[in-house]
T-cell receptor
């Protein structure tokens, strides 16, 4: 059973370009979460999605950032007109809705490291 | 709102000795899960150990154990018999239900030979 997959692993963009980060959850998982990690910091929640729905976007910047999780295909985190401050590691996690301990299990992908030049 | 506090930015331990990494948390949810992750220099997040808020016993996974003191809202990670490969950043996190995880700022552990 493949784990959470993210691509690309490394992405370099010039200021003003668009960045698209992809996340394929574990098989059978319908909950996807995006987190951002700035250098020397912990992970900060951005957005929580289920298939075709945004459940919680309280951590998303109001402008330039958007996320989707379509019925078919991976979840996409899109950053328009990137700035140097967007340089960070972006992690995706997925989980399976369940009860007891399984309700809390969240599996992380390897991350995408975005560098804005 | 949930909050995780890790008060040790950096820790040193001698190889083969035990080390405790501190974590305190705050939440109003009666049911939650506590996690520890290891992040080596390569950057991936490696799950280490999980403790449920209703679990009666402290969780253990090999050389990792979680010292869970619910009344004090602490969930310290104990690593026994430290190895050089344990040098990494360690994050404490919590999660209530199917929502987001909240992470601490991490502790950098350095194991000395």
């Amino acid at each position: 059973n493949a784990g959470v997959m993210q691509n690309p692993r490394h992405l370099v963009r010039r200021r003003g370009q668009e960045a698209r980060l992809r996340c394929s959850p574990m098989k059978g998982h319908s909950h996807v979460y995006w987190y951002r990690q700035l250098p020397e910091e912990g992970l900060k929640f951005m957005v929580y999605l289920q298939k075709e729905n945004i459940i919680d976007e309280s951590g998303m910047p109001k402008e330039r950032f958007s996320a989707e999780f379509p019925k078919e295909g991976p979840s996409i985190l899109r950053i328009q007109q990137v700035v140097r401050g967007d340089s960070a590691a972006y992690f995706c996690a997925s989980s399976l809705w369940g009860t007891g301990a399984k309700e809390y299990e969240q599996y992380f992908g390897p991350g995408t490291r975005l560098t804005v030049t | 709102a949930q909050k995780i506090t890790q008060t040790q930015p950096g820790m040193f331990v001698q190889e083969k000795e035990a080390v405790t990494l501190d974590c305190t948390y705050d939440t109003s949810d009666p049911s939650y899960g506590l996690f520890w992750y290891k992040q080596p220099s390569s950057g991936e997040m490696i799950f280490l150990i999980y403790q449920g808020s209703y679990d009666q016993q402290n969780a253990t996974e090999g050389r990792y154990s979680l010292n869970f003191q619910k009344a004090r809202k602490s969930a310290n990670l104990v690593i026994s018999a430290s190895q050089l490969g344990d040098s990494a950043m360690y994050f404490c996190a919590m999660r209530a239900g199917a929502g987001k995880s909240t992470f601490g700022d991490g502790t950098t552990l350095t194991v000395k030979p």
